[in-house]
């Protein structure tokens, strides 16, 4: 492929060199490679860029003069050159597709799935790209990220573009947005579900967050978008964007709305109206929060033309969502499997369970390591505070020593919830005490991971999982060995 194909602005003397392939690290770089200096907080491509060309790079895109023995093009901003790029070299793909994107702190993932189940219904061969897996035509892949790197991103939607696929429903993080690894995507509609704290140790403060998030409901990157007006951030983004939207909600006016609320063990219930067009939401999840997961939804697929009936028997035929909300039923009492990870996560997920739990709720929890650690005394005050017993234990402690961890979500403990909370920092044996504690009717719920398949420390990702550990246990009775 030749350099004026991939970038806007080329020298002339530059537009025809060949470009075999697309890369940012310099182990990827070969003979024929167009190099991109990204830049990153802990790293600066531009310092690697003569490297690159030692191993054969046919030029480097940068945003300064470097000191390299090959072609330099200087743009105002390589990520957004590098996204636009990797577009282009793998012929467009999401112009062939109709493109869905969510955002927010937390919902992302569920939303994406009912929302995929609805094009289903509608006629759609439907693509999934998010924090649990990729998913196309019958497979399924890892994801490494939210929000995959450009080249990744792109080369998936070629290949489902190739294997028929129609609409994609993607994640799309703050992270994602703040990169720009979208750039060169028009997204067909996209969802707003809420902003609460997470992700300070990139972002700084919660205005930042916001910004990045905002990102995705520009012109030009979108062409209308559903944004969830009880979200005090919704609200103010809803009066600002500049493409066509539909707010919803349940507690203040919107265009689409829930009444009617029916919660259960087995889910839950409501009369939705679509801009005066009403039917009744069944959903196999329970929870306040996804009514706003099906609100979200329903909102975009609305946008895209889906009927109601197809918007309503989309949500009722999803059945799970991995890691979100999995229930076990063990001897006497349940298991409930979740993601939840900041202490809005956590509230959302634990006052919901409160609703219909017939005894005791034991909650355990862990915070990650190496990421914003202001929220960790939010959530060990939310889990203590709204659970009968606390266990408080490993996520990811990554590089971080998880009894310090540990301590600084214990400085939310209110004092009078001092001793419901139990410290145990190896994550098997936290969830194991969980469940030799729990009695009749009592519910354990296991917060932090929902679907990740390792458990990642001082550097090393351990292969683990949350419901095949506790399956384990349950199915070998070896609870109270």
Known sequence: MKLKDLLEEVDDSFKDIEISDICHETAEVKKGSLFFCLVGNRFDGHDFAAEACFKGAAAVVCEHAVSADCPQIVVKCVRKAFSKASAAFFGYPANGMRMFGITGTNG??????????????AGEEVGLIGTNCIRYCGMTLDASLTTPDPTELNSVLRRMRDSGVTSVVMEVSAHALALDKTEGIVFEAVGFTNLSQDHLDYFGDMKKYGEAKSKLFCSGLARCAAINVDDEFGRKLMKRIKIPALSYGRNNPS??????????AEGLRYIINIEDDLGEVKFALPGRFNMYNTLCAATMAHMAGVSTKDILQGIRSLRRVDGRYNVINASGFNVIIDFAHTDDGLMNIITSVREFAPKRIITVFGCGGNRDKTKRAAMGNVAARLSDITVMTSDNPRDEEPEEIISDAMKGVPSDKADTVYVKPDRREAIKFALSEAEKDDIVLVAGKGAERYQEIKGVKYEYNDEE????LLQNGSVND
């Open 108 to 121: 992302k993932t569920t939303t994406s799935y009912i929302l995929a189940e609805i094009l289903k219904e």
């Open 469 to 472: 550990y506790i399956m384990g």
């Open 255 to 264: 265009d689409v709305f829930g009444i009617n609320l029916v919660m259960s």
